[in-house]
């Protein structure tokens, strides 16, 4: 655990965590920069997009990924960038993170 730990504290003191704000809806979206992509981080329901999530994290082999824990920590320490976007965008953005393909319109 403790290295998931390093790493979390590494992402928020790099300020790799980002509030996703949409607007006028007001729908809220965690991200997190990691190494190969921004993950979408779901902190309620302890879920993030990435790799290590579905390989290590579902099958109990790991506890949870660092960018879980790296969004708690940012939350807790108001250490996390906030970006407001257009609701417009908010497809294309929610497709990019879970890695589909983007919408034609």
Known sequence: MTSLIVEAEN?????????YIFKPSGRK???V???????????????CS????FFRVISGEKPACYHLLAVK???ER????QIIEND?????LMNK????????T
């Open 11 to 19: 992402a928020v003191r790099a300020g790799r965590v980002k509030l």
């Open 50 to 53: 990435c790799h290590d999530f």
């Open 29 to 31: 979206r965690w991200i």
């Open 33 to 47: 920069v990691g190494r190969r992509g921004e993950y979408l981080i779901l902190p309620n329901a302890g879920y």
């Open 97 to 104: 993170w879970l890695g589909r393909k983007e919408e034609k």
């Open 73 to 75: 920590l940012a939350k």
């Open 88 to 92: 417009e965008n908010y497809s294309n």
């Open 78 to 81: 108001n250490a996390y960038q």
